[in-house]
């Protein structure tokens, strides 16, 4: 694994070591196929990413395998690594509230002057009052349904479909866009997306309660799945154009190096997808997933505590605001599983837009300072040891998929369709499971698909 000269031509050329294409080049070499694997960054795991340099090793990226995780559990089984139970290491109560500025606890919330929740909801918290009315929509029965083109219908905006279900602009902006898991705004996400966000919990919770992560770190996993083909994997190549000419592709690289390819396996993200040149061109619908699909955007902060502030005030250690500090999660990241080693605040949406405007020694300044305004316990005892913003980094430009409205019905599965002998898996391939699991269930959509061709 390394620099090492490229070899002229490869049976398969897998670009991107994530999850997704560290599984397909396995499964592909066990099966006896020549494969080698460029990978633009210096390390493998894509977004997959333990901070080793803060207290308990919290994740960047990829957080918790869910109990129906076959895929991704056996992977890191049969790799011998060791897996740590975590729903238990999460907070049993609600986190603080702070809206406007003003910190309350979840049963003031209720009452709040600045609680715009109709009468109906107003008890809950935004996050799970937008999914008590997402519950009441059925299910389809097949699990790539949501994106199936006769379930056309749930396709629309989630804004639509919230304001039909009587909720105000002040309810949406508050329940949807603020702290967002799905997208920035409401008018520009799916209803398709949040149903398949909802079958795939649904179906993950039936496997069980229990949700996992690699001890030590979730970036152990691929690490270990590098090692079983470390020979094959370059990293530092980043891949810029891919050319069909008869039997062989062309890939060439940033560096101007170029190797030969029998297949090619691209795993990128559709965000940095647009960095590379197809010819000929990807189909229509292929490249108006590439040009136009939202994704997510995430900007972390994580802080260590020299001492526990939240004993001395007395209040929840997680926080739901809609400032800049977005939603606070503290991590239980060492041998004991009550203990808390660190604090992620999660900017999404538009936070993390905003965070990312921000030069990123201002917006950790700005960050600390809302930190203990709200929570004048905290002050002089936090410090910032780690900050990533997925969008500016250019091998992601982002997260996870997001279909806009009109979308979801016709180009997620355009977006795994074969270009030739050019083949697409990664997360937001996967019709069926989503995040790590849906890597790994699209690695192997597209193995089988140049095994049996
Ligand atoms: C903050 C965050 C939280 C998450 N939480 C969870 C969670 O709790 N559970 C869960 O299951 N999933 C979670 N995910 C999602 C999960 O990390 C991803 O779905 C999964 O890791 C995607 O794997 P992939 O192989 O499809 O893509 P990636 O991991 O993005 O792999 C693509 C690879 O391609 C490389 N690349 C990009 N451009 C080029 C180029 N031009 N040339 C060469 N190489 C290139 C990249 O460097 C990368 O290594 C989370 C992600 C993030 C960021």
Request: hydrophobic share 45%.
């Given at each position: 694994m390394g620099r090492a000269r490229l070899p002229e031509r490869a049976e398969v050329v897998v670009i991107g070591a994530g999850l997704s294409g560290l599984r397909c080049a396995m499964l592909l070499a066990d099966n006896g196929l020549d494969v080698l694997v460029l990978e633009g960054r210096e390390r493998v795991g894509g977004r997959v990413l333990t901070l080793d340099q803060v207290t308990g090793n919290p994740e960047a990226g990829a957080n918790t395998m869910l109990a129906g995780y076959g895929r991704t559990?056996?992977?890191?089984?049969?790799?011998?690594?060791?897996?740590?139970?975590?729903?238990?290491?999460?907070?049993?109560?609600?986190?603080?509230?702070?809206?406007?500025?003003?910190?309350?606890?979840?049963?003031?919330?209720?009452?709040?002057?600045?609680?715009?929740?109709?009468?109906?909801?107003?008890?809950?918290?935004?996050?799970p009052a937008l999914r008590a009315e997402l519950a009441k929509v059925p299910l389809p029965e097949a699990p790539d349904g949501w994106c199936a083109p006769e379930h056309a219908a749930l396709d629309v905006a989630m804004r639509d479909f919230l304001a039909e279900r009587g909720f105000s602009e002040a309810e949406i902006a508050l329940c949807h866009d603020t702290n967002p898991s799905q997208g920035s705004n409401a008018a520009n996400v799916s209803l398709a997306n949040w149903v398949f966000v909802r079958s795939f919990f649904a179906a993950q919770r039936a496997s069980g309660p229990d949700e996992w992560a690699v001890k030590g770190g979730n970036s152990r996993l691929p690490e270990a799945m590098a090692r079983t083909i470390a020979d094959r994997i370059h990293l530092g190549r980043t891949v810029s154009a891919i050319s069909q000419r008869g039997r062989d592709s062309e890939v060439r690289l940033a560096s101007g190096e170029r190797v030969l390819a029998?297949?090619?396996?691209?795993?990128?993200?559709?965000?940095?997808?647009?960095?590379?040149?197809?010819?000929?061109?990807?189909?229509?619908?292929?490249?108006?997933?590439?040009?136009?699909?939202?994704?997510?955007?995430?900007?972390?902060?994580?802080?260590?505590?020299?001492?526990?502030?939240?004993?001395?005030?007395?209040?929840?250690?997680?926080?739901?605001?809609?400032?800049?500090?977005?939603?606070?999660?503290?991590?239980?990241?060492?041998?004991?599983?009550?203990?808390?080693?660190?604090?992620?605040?999660?900017?999404?949406?538009?936070?993390?837009?905003?965070?990312?405007?921000?030069?990123?020694?201002?917006?950790?300044?700005?960050?600390?300072?809302?930190?203990?305004?709200?929570?004048?316990?905290?002050?002089?005892?936090?410090?910032?040891?780690?900050?990533?913003?997925?969008?500016?980094?250019?091998?992601?430009?982002?997260?996870?998929?997001?279909?806009?409205?009109?979308?979801?019905?016709?180009?997620?599965?355009?977006?795994?369709?074969?270009?030739?002998?050019?083949?697409?898996?990664?997360?937001?391939?996967?019709?069926?499971?989503?995040?790590?699991?849906?890597?790994?269930?699209?690695?192997?959509?597209?193995?089988?698909?140049?095994?049996?061709?």
């Open positions: 559990l056996d992977a890191a089984r049969s790799l011998g690594l060791d897996l740590v139970e975590c729903s238990r290491r999460r907070s049993k109560g609600d986190p603080l509230i702070a809206i406007g500025g003003e910190a309350m606890t979840a049963q003031a919330w209720a009452t709040s002057p600045r609680n715009p929740l109709a009468a109906q909801r107003r008890a809950l918290l935004p996050g029998g297949h090619v396996v691209c795993t990128l993200p559709l965000a940095p997808l647009r960095r590379v040149a197809f010819d000929p061109p990807l189909p229509a619908a292929h490249a108006e997933a590439v040009a136009q699909a939202p994704n997510m955007k995430i900007t972390q902060t994580h802080f260590e505590a020299e001492s526990p502030f939240w004993e001395e005030d007395g209040l929840p250690p997680d926080m739901w605001t809609d400032g800049l500090l977005g939603n606070v999660q503290v991590n239980r990241g060492g041998e004991d599983p009550c203990a808390i080693t660190s604090l992620t605040a999660w900017g999404r949406g538009n936070t993390a837009l905003a965070l990312d405007r921000l030069a990123p020694a201002q917006a950790q300044a700005q960050l600390l300072a809302e930190f203990e305004r709200l929570r004048p316990a905290a002050r002089g005892k936090l410090r910032v040891a780690g900050f990533k913003s997925w969008q500016a980094d250019p091998f992601a430009a982002g997260d996870w998929t997001v279909w806009a409205p009109g979308q979801a019905h016709r180009l997620p599965r355009a977006s795994g369709l074969a270009h030739g002998r050019v083949h697409f898996c990664g997360e937001h391939t996967a019709l069926a499971d989503r995040g790590m699991e849906g890597a790994m269930e699209s690695a192997e959509r597209v193995a089988l698909e140049i095994l049996t061709a």
